[in-house]
Protein backbone atom coordinates (compact mmCIF):
# COMPACT_ATOMS: atom_id res chain seq x y z
CA UNK A 1 0.00 0.00 0.00
CA UNK A 2 1.47 3.10 -0.86
CA UNK A 3 1.39 6.42 1.37
CA UNK A 4 -1.31 8.10 -0.76
CA UNK A 5 -3.65 5.33 -0.89
CA UNK A 6 -3.25 5.55 2.77
CA UNK A 7 -3.93 9.08 3.05
CA UNK A 8 -6.80 9.09 0.56
CA UNK A 9 -8.70 5.99 2.68
CA UNK A 10 -7.88 8.25 5.52
CA UNK A 11 -9.87 10.93 4.12
CA UNK A 12 -12.63 9.05 2.67
CA UNK A 13 -12.87 7.76 6.56
CA UNK A 14 -12.75 11.28 7.85
CA UNK A 15 -15.40 12.54 6.01
CA UNK A 16 -17.72 9.87 6.58
CA UNK A 17 -17.14 10.57 10.10
CA UNK A 18 -17.60 14.13 9.75
CA UNK A 19 -20.86 13.59 7.99
CA UNK A 20 -22.45 12.16 10.79
CA UNK A 21 -21.63 15.50 13.37
CA UNK A 22 -24.28 17.32 13.63
CA UNK A 23 -25.27 20.34 11.58
CA UNK A 24 -24.24 23.86 12.47
CA UNK A 25 -26.94 26.23 14.18
CA UNK A 26 -27.42 28.16 11.19
CA UNK A 27 -27.74 25.55 8.78
CA UNK A 28 -29.83 22.69 10.65
CA UNK A 29 -32.25 25.29 12.04
CA UNK A 30 -31.63 25.00 16.03
CA UNK A 31 -34.16 24.70 18.20
CA UNK A 32 -35.05 28.17 19.83
CA UNK A 33 -37.93 29.47 22.02
CA UNK A 34 -39.88 31.97 20.43
CA UNK A 35 -43.05 34.05 21.43
CA UNK A 36 -42.48 33.86 24.80
CA UNK A 37 -45.56 35.62 26.28
CA UNK A 38 -46.01 36.32 30.39
CA UNK A 39 -49.25 37.32 31.46
CA UNK A 40 -50.59 37.97 34.99
CA UNK A 41 -54.29 37.27 34.79
CA UNK A 42 -56.88 36.50 37.34
CA UNK A 43 -54.78 34.82 40.57
CA UNK A 44 -51.55 33.54 38.32
CA UNK A 45 -48.72 34.71 36.41
CA UNK A 46 -49.40 32.74 32.96
CA UNK A 47 -46.62 31.66 30.57
CA UNK A 48 -47.46 31.09 26.68
CA UNK A 49 -44.40 30.20 23.94
CA UNK A 50 -43.29 27.79 21.54
CA UNK A 51 -40.58 25.91 20.96
CA UNK A 52 -38.90 26.94 16.86
CA UNK A 53 -37.27 23.78 14.88
CA UNK A 54 -37.29 20.93 17.40
CA UNK A 55 -38.32 18.27 15.39
CA UNK A 56 -35.57 16.98 12.88
CA UNK A 57 -36.26 14.47 10.19
CA UNK A 58 -34.33 11.42 12.69
CA UNK A 59 -36.45 12.14 15.59
CA UNK A 60 -39.78 12.83 13.46
CA UNK A 61 -38.50 9.39 12.04
CA UNK A 62 -37.88 7.79 15.70
CA UNK A 63 -41.62 8.98 16.80
CA UNK A 64 -43.35 7.03 13.89
CA UNK A 65 -41.85 3.84 14.53
CA UNK A 66 -42.98 4.04 18.19
CA UNK A 67 -40.50 5.75 20.40
CA UNK A 68 -41.95 7.31 23.57
CA UNK A 69 -40.32 10.76 23.28
CA UNK A 70 -40.22 13.41 25.93
CA UNK A 71 -39.47 17.52 25.84
CA UNK A 72 -38.49 18.56 29.11
CA UNK A 73 -38.99 22.42 29.70
CA UNK A 74 -37.17 24.21 32.68
CA UNK A 75 -38.61 27.08 34.04
CA UNK A 76 -36.74 29.81 36.79
CA UNK A 77 -38.13 32.36 38.04
CA UNK A 78 -36.19 35.13 39.89
CA UNK A 79 -36.44 38.55 42.11
CA UNK A 80 -33.69 40.39 39.69
CA UNK A 81 -30.91 42.45 41.56
CA UNK A 82 -27.38 41.66 42.50
CA UNK A 83 -26.40 37.87 43.32
CA UNK A 84 -26.93 38.44 47.25
CA UNK A 85 -30.35 39.82 46.65
CA UNK A 86 -31.36 37.51 44.22
CA UNK A 87 -34.51 34.94 45.36
CA UNK A 88 -35.24 32.16 43.55
CA UNK A 89 -39.09 31.74 43.38
CA UNK A 90 -39.95 29.06 41.19
CA UNK A 91 -37.46 26.34 39.65
CA UNK A 92 -39.86 23.69 38.05
CA UNK A 93 -39.71 20.67 35.25
CA UNK A 94 -42.39 20.15 33.01
CA UNK A 95 -42.34 17.39 30.97
CA UNK A 96 -44.31 16.86 27.99
CA UNK A 97 -44.42 13.70 26.01
CA UNK A 98 -45.73 11.88 22.74
CA UNK A 99 -46.37 8.70 21.55
CA UNK A 100 -47.21 6.98 18.47
CA UNK A 101 -49.45 3.68 18.16
CA UNK A 102 -49.17 2.27 14.99
CA UNK A 103 -51.94 -0.08 15.49
CA UNK A 104 -54.43 3.05 15.44
CA UNK A 105 -52.45 5.31 13.88
CA UNK A 106 -53.14 7.78 16.68
CA UNK A 107 -50.60 10.22 18.84
CA UNK A 108 -50.88 10.12 22.31
CA UNK A 109 -49.57 13.35 23.99
CA UNK A 110 -49.39 14.35 27.64
CA UNK A 111 -48.86 17.69 28.91
CA UNK A 112 -48.68 19.10 32.48
CA UNK A 113 -50.82 21.88 32.15
CA UNK A 114 -53.86 18.74 31.71
CA UNK A 115 -52.47 16.26 33.70
CA UNK A 116 -55.50 14.18 33.77
CA UNK A 117 -56.05 13.88 30.09
CA UNK A 118 -54.35 12.36 26.92
CA UNK A 119 -54.66 14.54 23.59
CA UNK A 120 -55.05 11.89 21.01
CA UNK A 121 -54.95 12.78 17.25
CA UNK A 122 -54.32 11.18 14.16
CA UNK A 123 -52.66 14.21 12.82
CA UNK A 124 -48.74 14.12 13.08
CA UNK A 125 -48.56 18.02 12.76
CA UNK A 126 -51.15 18.77 15.29
CA UNK A 127 -49.39 16.40 17.90
CA UNK A 128 -46.09 18.41 17.40
CA UNK A 129 -47.72 21.42 17.53
CA UNK A 130 -49.01 20.38 20.96
CA UNK A 131 -45.66 19.41 22.14
CA UNK A 132 -44.16 22.55 20.64
CA UNK A 133 -46.91 24.82 22.15
CA UNK A 134 -47.65 26.32 26.10
CA UNK A 135 -50.78 28.33 25.96
CA UNK A 136 -51.60 30.38 29.23
CA UNK A 137 -49.82 28.04 31.82
CA UNK A 138 -49.96 28.93 35.03
CA UNK A 139 -46.74 29.23 36.89
CA UNK A 140 -47.26 31.33 39.84
CA UNK A 141 -49.39 32.97 41.94
CA UNK A 142 -49.62 36.96 42.09
CA UNK A 143 -49.73 37.02 45.68
CA UNK A 144 -46.16 35.82 45.75
CA UNK A 145 -44.95 38.76 43.29
CA UNK A 146 -44.35 42.24 44.56
CA UNK A 147 -45.80 45.21 42.93
CA UNK A 148 -43.00 47.20 41.53
CA UNK A 149 -40.20 45.01 41.58
CA UNK A 150 -37.96 43.46 38.58
CA UNK A 151 -38.13 39.67 38.08
CA UNK A 152 -36.11 37.49 35.33
CA UNK A 153 -38.28 34.35 34.00
CA UNK A 154 -35.61 32.06 32.36
CA UNK A 155 -36.75 29.21 30.38
CA UNK A 156 -34.71 26.02 28.65
CA UNK A 157 -36.06 23.49 26.72
CA UNK A 158 -34.53 20.26 25.76
CA UNK A 159 -34.85 16.35 24.40
CA UNK A 160 -35.05 14.20 27.44
CA UNK A 161 -33.20 11.07 26.88
CA UNK A 162 -34.42 9.41 29.79
CA UNK A 163 -36.76 7.34 28.08
CA UNK A 164 -35.07 6.26 25.25
CA UNK A 165 -34.38 2.26 24.81
CA UNK A 166 -30.37 1.61 26.03
CA UNK A 167 -29.30 1.05 22.05
CA UNK A 168 -30.88 4.34 21.22
CA UNK A 169 -28.99 6.38 23.96
CA UNK A 170 -26.03 4.73 23.22
CA UNK A 171 -26.30 5.76 19.22
CA UNK A 172 -27.37 9.57 20.28
CA UNK A 173 -24.52 9.85 22.50
CA UNK A 174 -22.34 9.49 19.85
CA UNK A 175 -24.39 11.27 16.86
CA UNK A 176 -26.65 13.94 18.21
CA UNK A 177 -28.95 14.84 14.79
CA UNK A 178 -31.76 13.83 16.93
CA UNK A 179 -32.14 15.42 19.81
CA UNK A 180 -32.36 19.20 20.70
CA UNK A 181 -31.59 21.66 23.70
CA UNK A 182 -32.50 25.33 23.65
CA UNK A 183 -30.33 28.39 25.01
CA UNK A 184 -31.57 29.68 28.05
CA UNK A 185 -34.88 32.55 26.49
CA UNK A 186 -34.80 35.22 29.24
CA UNK A 187 -37.63 37.45 30.08
CA UNK A 188 -36.95 40.22 32.22
CA UNK A 189 -40.12 42.25 33.71
CA UNK A 190 -42.00 43.80 36.36
CA UNK A 191 -45.42 42.94 37.84
Known amino acids: MTISFICRLSLLFLSGFVSLLPCSAAAAGRAEIVEVRVTPRAENLELGLRIQNCFTPKMEEAILSGVLTTFRIRIVLERSGPSFLRARLLDTTLDRTVKYEPLGGEFR ?14 DFHEAKGWMSRIRDLPIISLDSLQRGVKYELRIKAELSKFHLPLFFRYIFFFVSMWDFETDWHKVPFSF
Open 109 to 122: VKLPEQPDRVLITK
